[in-house]
């Protein structure tokens, strides 16, 4: 229980962190800068069946060591980053999270992945409490025009409503993977009460400004590997709000990620046995 100055005066604390943000130009351009260098990497990638998976990349020992992590029902994960000419890429006034995590679903074919992901009028049934709210809003073959709502809970509590872009490939009958691409993100206040309204995109809390997933899906080894690659833009530490606002912004990238990937095994785990 928090007790003493720190009781009376979190309240206020929580009150100016939650608009004490703006999404700059300069910041959206280095992110925007970021995802075009990490989508070109990916793009060879997926192009190269030998070297589709993230596991597929890795030296030998690594390798055998998260596929043992895998075999057990685990998440293996690691943060990634993206070099541009071999150095980091600059960002004022935001960061970036990148995380890439893979799960394995034995006795699950790839077509029974792929077709959960696309089943978004679903994910908020399937993915709670991390989705609070899904639907398709339109579809043209394989490109999807997604509403996800999203809650973010870690010291503090978010709610952001998100429009997103979605296209899936199949370059085999073996292989698939997609991208999502977040296109508008909405920071919501009081979410599910007569007071709920949005908050004007880019100046807000700042906790998620971006937010692109890229998932992978390789039907080996007696059952289908999953593989989410999520990049994100927040906002920046600030000065004297660290101690409150670090671990949220910090910590839920990479938790979110877990999540979701664990709920993916487990669905696609009771689908199978069912």
Avoid at 3 to 17: H, K, M, N, Y
Avoid at 31 to 59: K, M, N
Avoid at 136 to 153: A, D, E
């Amino acid at each position: 229980m928090v007790r003493g100055p720190v009781a009376l005066t979190l309240p206020f604390v929580l009150a100016v962190s939650a608009g004490a943000a703006d999404l700059q130009p300069r910041t959206l351009a280095a992110f925007t800068r970021y995802v075009d260098l990490t989508e070109g990497r990916i793009a060879r990638e997926v192009s190269d069946s030998s070297r589709f998976l993230w596991i597929d990349t890795l030296p030998d020992d690594d390798r055998r060591s998260v596929l043992a992590t895998l075999g057990e029902g685990k998440v293996a994960i690691e943060r990634r980053r993206t070099p541009e000419d071999g150095a980091p890429v600059s960002i004022d006034d935001g960061m970036i999270h990148h995380w890439v995590g893979t799960v394995f679903v034995p006795g699950v074919p790839v077509d029974a992945a792929v077709a959960l992901m696309q089943d978004y009028d679903r994910h908020a049934t399937l993915f709670a409490p991390a989705i609070a709210g899904s639907r398709t809003m339109s579809r043209v073959g394989n490109r999807f025009r997604v509403f996800l709502r999203f809650y973010m809970k870690k010291v503090l509590a978010a709610t952001v409503n998100t429009e997103n872009d979605a296209e899936f490939f199949r370059p085999s009958v073996d292989r698939a993977y997609s991208a999502i691409r977040s296109t508008r993100v909405a920071e919501v206040d009081n979410p599910g009460t007569p007071e709920e309204r949005e908050r004007e995109p880019g100046h807000d809390s700042g906790f998620v400004w971006r937010l692109n997933t890229y998932w992978r899906f390789a039907e080996r080894d007696g059952g289908t590997y999953v593989q989410c690659e999520s990049v994100s833009l927040s906002r920046d530490v600030p000065l004297g709000l660290g101690w409150i606002i670090k671990p949220f912004i910090t910590d839920v990238p990479k938790d979110a990620l877990t999540f979701t990937l664990e709920r993916t095994r487990a669905v696609l785990t009771s689908q199978e046995q069912h």
